[in-house]
């Protein structure tokens, strides 16, 4: 079975320019997830989904970061303007629901960002 | 927020056993325990995951202690592929929120 898919692998690009992340969960999947990681704060939510409804966007840095999930087998995380300090790995992964959560979250292999 | 503990490091050699300790002292009684790892350039990879039982599986095995406040996890026989950063989560109360700390970076010698 296919994992979770992340595309691109790499973006390089400019400061100020929108950038997009896609992600194709595990099909069933009722979550998908959206983290960062950087050196200096470890691996970090952002923004989860159920069902293709967000539930908790708290980790969402600011107004600049935006995330969708039109199907329940596509998602996007979109920066505009984007910053330098936006640079780190972007990983996606997706779970079944779970009681007491009891799931596990599928990762997929992330996105290396560099905004020069 | 929930938070476990773990020593930033360790060391093993290689096809020796290994027991990565982890407290998660505020952890509630329904909560799950869970275990990632992540090997370089990749995203992280679920090992295990147990309520109170101890867990076993083709990775590793889990020991939960009876309080649940602190977890184990076991890996049998150590290789090189098995160095990675080793992650012990517990769930944020009510949610699906999961916080992942600083980890344990497991070196593994030849």
């Known amino acids: 079975d296919a994992g979770v898919i992340q595309s691109p692998r790499h973006e390089v690009t400019e400061m100020g320019q929108e950038v997009t992340l896609r992600c194709k969960p595990i099909?069933?999947?009722?979550?998908l997830f959206w983290y960062r990681q950087t050196m200096m704060r470890g691996l970090e939510l952002l923004i989860y989904?159920?069902?293709?409804?967000?539930i908790d966007d708290s980790g969402m840095p600011e107004d600049r970061f935006s995330a969708k999930m039109p199907n329940a087998s596509f998602s996007t995380l979109k920066i505009q303007p984007s910053e330098p300090r936006d640079s780190a790995v972007y990983f996606c992964?997706?779970?079944?629901w779970g009681r007491g959560g009891n799931q596990p979250q599928h990762f997929g292999d992330g996105t290396r960002l560099s905004i020069l | 927020d929930a938070k476990t503990t773990q020593p930033n490091s360790m060391e093993s050699n290689e096809e020796e056993p290994v027991h990565l300790p982890c407290n998660h002292s505020?952890?509630?009684?329904?909560?799950?325990i869970h275990w990632y790892r992540q090997l370089p350039s990749q995203g992280p990879e679920y090992v295990i995951h147990?309520?109170?039982s101890n867990v076993n599986n083709r990775m590793a095995s889990l020991a939960i202690a009876e309080d649940r406040k602190s977890s184990t996890l076991i890996l049998h026989r150590a290789t090189l592929r098995d160095a990675a950063v080793y992650y012990c989560?517990?769930?944020?109360?009510?949610?699906?929120?999961?916080?992942f700390g600083t980890g344990t970076r497991l070196k593994v010698l030849a």
């Open positions: 992964a997706s779970s079944l």
């Open positions: 505020t952890i509630s009684g329904t909560d799950y």
């Open positions: 989904f159920n069902n293709n409804v967000p």
């Open positions: 989560i517990e769930r944020a109360s009510g949610t699906y929120k999961y916080i």
């Open positions: 099909s069933g999947h009722d979550y």
């Open positions: 147990g309520l109170t």
